[in-house]
């Protein structure tokens, strides 16, 4: 089992930037695809991004293309997610994941983070 801690997350005013951080420890942190996933008050859990073993591919929703960009340390264990250009609309508690599959779907990710909160005001 993967034990992630996410961080870095904060409020921040529109067009702002953030940089979340998830430690994960318990396995080996370079046989894992990470992913990080979002959900908005009253709405379902999202898929954000994903980034291959070696961190040389990378896949994004269409709603953060060109604004975050996800990126992974495998000396420290950690992934990141670089949060750009922010909207309100990216307010949502932000969770870390890892997995087997490179996939935009929750089904490819096994654990799980327990979210870091990020606000965005307009």
């Known amino acids: 089992q993967v034990q992630l801690v996410e961080s870095g997350g904060g409020l921040v005013q529109a067009g702002g930037s953030l940089r979340l951080s998830c430690a994960a420890s318990?396995?080996?942190?370079?046989?894992?695809?990470m992913g990080w996933f979002r959900q908005a008050p009253g709405k379902e859990r999202e898929f954000v991004a994903v980034?291959?073993?070696?961190?040389?591919?990378?896949y994004y929703a269409d709603s953060v293309k060109g604004r975050f960009a996800i990126s992974r340390d495998n000396a420290e264990n950690t992934v990141y997610l670089q949060l750009n250009s922010l909207k309100p609309e990216d307010t949502a508690v932000y969770y870390c994941?890892?997995?087997?599959?490179?996939?935009?779907?929750?089904?490819?990710?096994?654990?799980w983070g327990q979210g870091t909160q990020v606000t965005v005001s307009s």
């Open positions: 994941a890892a997995g087997p599959l490179f996939s935009s779907n929750e089904r490819g990710f096994t654990s």
């Open positions: 318990g396995r080996t942190f370079s046989d894992l695809i």
């Open positions: 980034i291959k073993r070696r961190g040389d591919d990378t």
